[in-house]
């Protein structure tokens, strides 16, 4: 699944960072439009950490927002998902601005 190959690169990415210390608490970003089911990550997640530095660290989730800018009137706006018309002048000539990407914010580590 989806999920998983993302928990581990997570994860490995965790383990670089930590520098072989205990990491305490992991926080991501997840873009709306990402497809990547929250619930399954946290999951996954939860599975995958045991063997790691990670296996006492908690998980920290942050949607980010779909917005979208209008090409003809340079607007930007937030959409519900899935709905690309610009909601000033109506035009479908729009590009996603964020909401695709998922990336982690910050890991912290036990500082022995
Ligand atoms: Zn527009």
């Not at 995958?48 to 607007?75: P, V, Y």
Request: charged share 25%.
């Amino acid at each position: 699944m989806h999920e998983y190959t993302i928990v581990q690169s997570m994860l490995d990415l965790c383990e670089k960072h930590a520098n072989g210390k205990e990491v305490t608490k992991l926080a991501v970003k997840i873009g709306k439009m990402s497809g990547i089911e929250p619930h399954f990550l946290r999951e996954s997640f939860d599975v995958f950490k045991e063997d790691t530095l990670c296996h006492n660290a908690t998980m920290e989730m942050e949607l980010i927002d779909i917005t979208i800018k209008c090409s003809d009137c340079q607007k930007e706006a937030m959409v519900d998902s899935f709905n690309f018309y610009c909601p000033y002048c109506g035009g479908g000539n729009t590009e996603v601005l964020t909401g695709q990407e998922m990336h982690i914010d910050y890991i912290e580590v036990k500082e022995a």
